[in-house]
């Protein structure tokens, strides 16, 4: 009998093991720039953040840049997962492919009731409609063994749809004016690294010294930079063979472990550090009133717990897909008020939707943390609350 080829360490569990690990830093981090902003440091915390460096701020080179590398691990889990993953056929999409559709649809629509009158504003519709995977999955580990992997697996292939969703509605509804002759030369470029592909090289650096080239022209291009990330991702070769587990050697494989602790573990935390900072001086209760700030925290926490569930419940009623193995209605139902945490993609479709308004971005911030707080908090405390599934007790003999 031949010895089994070991397949190399799951993709995917090394993935949660950095985001929940990740996520605790996060939440470190963002603490930490709520306490800047509102101690007498504050003049410093916000006077580095608008330093130019280069001809771009601090902050245009952590949500411009940095975040571009961030976009890069997306589109490499979001490939590595369609192609050889939890998401690699339709049944096993069918779940968390509705589940996401639904707690996209959802919050957009609460936080639409609140904004689409005169006083409101309408651009920011998809702030409340992404979650935030190394936040939950951050909640998740500190709750232990409670929660059935099954359920980890489902919150990530989620939440890798949820972010598939939000790339294509910042390439749809927060693309400015277009440079036609930079938005060229990047298909250009993308034209080059597919031909790499094709041509079968699996040196990393010729994809990733054209992919700046490609960050470069599409910053100029009036599409925002970020999403050259995800292009480049799609172009890096991973080597798939049917029936058999994924090749280790791969490029996007090689390059994705690389960068995931980076991610992780700093630039993910950066930029919470740097966009969660709001100050309350003169702030009030009735400032959460307010439509923007009201809209995203119901969106987060009422619509995503909503959208989630309740499309969930109708695909798996209709026999479409399983509830998650080992896990109890009470326990998905945690993890849907979860998927309320909105924190990173949130605060970034904010800074897009109102580019030019520290007030409403400032709004914004108070949304995203109080919708995110909640879910947070509250889908904690359910999930310890809840019963695992019980297991049939052995039959005496």
Known sequence: MHALTPRPRSALRTFLNNEASGGLVLM??????????????????????KTYVFGLSVLHWVNDALMAVFFLLVGFEIKREMLDGQLSTWPRRALPGIAALGGMIVPAAIYLAFNGGPDGHPRGWAIPSATDIAFALGVLSLLGPRVPISLKVFLTALAILDDLGAVLIIAVFYTGDLNLVALGGAAFVLVLLNGLNRAGFADVKPYLLLGIVLWVLVLM????ATLAGVALALTIPLRVSPGKPEDATSPLHRLEHALQPWVAFLIVPIFGFANAGVSFAGMTFGSILNPVPLGIALGLF?????????FSWVVIRLDWADLPANATWPQ??????LCGIGFTMSL????????????????????????????????AVLLRLAKPERTPEAVPH
Do not use: R
């Open 332 to 337: 998905f139902y945690g993890v849907a008020l």
């Open 28 to 49: 470190g981090a963002a603490a930490l720039a709520l306490v800047l902003a509102n101690s007498p440091l504050s003049g410093a915390y916000f006077g580095i953040l």
């Open 302 to 310: 009422i619509g995503k717990q909503v959208g989630v569930f309740a």
């Open 221 to 224: 291009s009036g599409i925002h």
């Open 348 to 379: 970034f479709i904010g800074l897009l939707a109102f580019p030019t308004s520290a007030e409403l971005q400032d709004a914004t911030k108070l949304g995203v943390l109080l919708g995110s707080g909640l879910s947070a908090g509250i889908g």
